[in-house]
């Protein structure tokens, strides 16, 4: 799950800054306004790569989503994006655990059959 995770939010980070480029054309939104929640979005984008699988992180990571979702009322192409990634979110998460599953059953199965695994190598 972890890796399928952090390839999604390390998407996001690159999206985060991009939206930021678009953002800062906006004459309402002053530039250090907007660099200082992207880069805080960007901070937690990447850190959450770190945490995602300790308890809360996959939580976190939605509630970086709902963000990005969100922040479409600023970048209206961004309501379009966060609810894509919220998309990779998801399928990350999901398939990512069957992943982690289907990888502790081949282990539990190797392990109580070691001769099997000696006869594929």
């Not at 959450?48 to 509630?63: E, I, Q, S």
């Not at 379009?80 to 990350?92: E, Y």
């Not at 289907?102 to 000696?118: E, G, I, L, M, V």
Request: with cysteine; hydrophobic share 60%; proline share 2%.
């Amino acid at each position: 799950m972890r890796t399928l995770c952090s390839s999604t939010l390390i998407g996001e980070f690159f999206i985060i800054g991009f939206a930021g480029l678009v953002a800062m054309k906006d004459a309402d939104l002053t530039t250090s306004t907007v660099w200082t929640v992207c880069g805080i979005a960007m901070f937690l984008s990447l850190l959450l790569c770190g945490v995602v699988t300790r308890p809360g992180g996959v939580a976190l990571g939605w509630a970086l989503q709902i963000a990005l979702v969100l922040s479409g009322f600023v970048v209206p192409m961004m309501f379009i994006l966060g609810l894509l990634f919220g998309a990779l979110w998801w399928a990350s998460v999901h398939y990512g655990r069957e992943i982690d599953a289907a990888k502790a059953r081949f282990a539990a199965q190797a392990a109580a059959n070691p001769s099997d695994t000696a006869d594929a190598a």
